[in-house]
């Protein structure tokens, strides 16, 4: 299906964007040079009756991502964490987009959980709102148990989202492949492999069940973190297209005037969050990797409440370490080192200068320490960063994507709450204990430990193995087979029903 007709998707992206007025609203926000706005207008103007029109009531950038689909909605939540790339009036505009978009009909909901579950939801819950809050895959209604008693969160896929999200991705997987075609130098980004990595997340994120499994487990691994809290499942009330999470009473995170009012700190609350999230990174291996307001919530003890689990993260013990040492050596200014880590990971190829990527590093880095949070412009220096990657041939790493992209967004989140937060700062502490502990001379007693545990495994079986090679290694090679006559013909036979289908098929397209 990623043939062609994905470029009427793609003329219509345009036609929208700037049909709403959101193509103006989005290249200013985000100070992109006036050649790229004219430029962009030009092509997007002759377009703009095909458009879709919208909501008009929502403001123009909102508008313009709640037509074209729930793919396009996910990218509107992530910038909606990010006001220094933005600008904080457009930042305000999408946070709708993370859990106030309109619900569909609590009818259709009752009905998608009687029959994903087999039985009538009067039976299974004693009472059963309205929808308290609609994002872009699915929306949540509160209930209360009839078994238990217990107040809880059901969740509910939207109709049809699945049928939705599959043509954004197949237009996403057109797009990929015009920029690769047009842009050779682009390949070495990978889009395309982007592309997959993106459809691989959301089409775990529309199985309910893949996401109560992850509560589960990210439950587990979190239970003794203070100040944070994760909503358990109601197993025998989860589904493919349902699922059932304790009640979280709280705060909106988002919510800055209803923390103040309720005399949480913060400032308090910015670290926290960041160091959370690395804390989960790193030591577990497994993070939450959708953390904008939208998901999290501040209960009346202060504590974080994290929910909604359709993205997580994970990383093998080798890239952690990798980010680690990369994370540490920004926080030490350690540019050389940072430099190095990059050369023995793989992610810069080995005959580039390690000294030149290390200067090009240091302009990307000191901005940061010599600047208030506040004064730094992230989209200049995403832009830099960029540069420097393109200049020395590094290519997207996909098992980084979700981790890079996360946190982004709770750096983002952070700084909503505190604009003067200095992010090094934070996480200074969390990275530093993980290098003490996993780098080093009992990281790599350890290491070994578990080497020689794995090889003891093998110890019964190294004599068979041993033989079976010998044996294998002293077989004379086999004769190879006659050819057969009765071959050409086949492969004769075979060409002609290819032209013959070649033929109709020409014909017919």
Known sequence: MRGPHNIWRLIRTGATLERTGAMGVVLHAMEAPRGLRIVFRVLAWPFKWLGLKGDPGLPPATRALTALGPAYIKFGQILSTRPDIV??????????LQDKLPPFSTTVAKKTISEELGTDVDTLFSSFSDPVAAASIAQV??????????????????????????????????????????????????????????ESVVLGELDLRLESSAASEFGSNTAEDAGFQVPQPHWFLCGRRVMTLD?????????????????????????????????????????????????????ANGDIICYDFGIMGHIDAFTRRVYAEILFGFIRRDYQRVAEVHFEAGYVP???????????????????????????????????????????????????????????????????????????QAARPIVESYIKQNIGPKALARDLLRT??????????????????????????????????????????????MGVAGFVLGGLY
């Open 87 to 96: 600008g904080d009036e457009l930042a305000v505009q999408l946070r709708v």
């Open 141 to 198: 209604h509160k209930a209360r148990v009839a078994e238990t008693g217990a107040e809880v969160a059901v969740k509910v896929l939207r109709p049809g989202i699945e049928r939705a999200f599959r043509k954004d991705i197949d237009a996403f997987y057109f797009a990929a492949w015009v920029i690769e075609f047009l842009s050779p130098a682009s390949r070495r980004l990978r889009p395309a492999d982007v592309v997959a990595h993106f």
């Open 247 to 299: 009640w979280a009473e709280g705060i909106p995170l988002g919510d800055n005037a209803a923390l103040d009012a309720a005399g949480h700190d913060r400032l308090a609350l910015s670290e926290r969050v960041l160091q959370l999230f690395l804390s989960h990174a790193l030591r577990d291996g497994y993070f939450h990797a959708d953390m904008h307001q939208g998901n999290l919530k501040v209960a």
């Open 350 to 424: 080995a005959d580039r200068d390690v000294d030149e990527f290390a200067r090009a590093l240091r302009a990307v880095g000191e901005p940061i320490f010599g600047m208030e949070a506040s004064q730094i412009s992230m989209a200049k220096l995403l832009s830099y960063l960029f540069e420097v990657t393109e200049r020395f041939g590094m290519e997207t790493r996909t098992e980084l994507i979700l981790l890079q992209r996360t946190m982004v967004v709770v750096e983002g989140v952070a700084r909503s709450l505190d604009p003067h937060m200095n992010i090094w």
């Open 452 to 497: 020689v545990r794995v090889l003891s495994r093998f110890g019964p079986q190294l004599p068979q193995l041993a033989e079976e090679a010998l044996i294998r290694h002293n077989q004379p090679a086999p004769t190879p087979p006659r050819p057969s006559r009765l071959r050409p013909v086949l492969w004769t036979l075979a060409a002609a029903g």
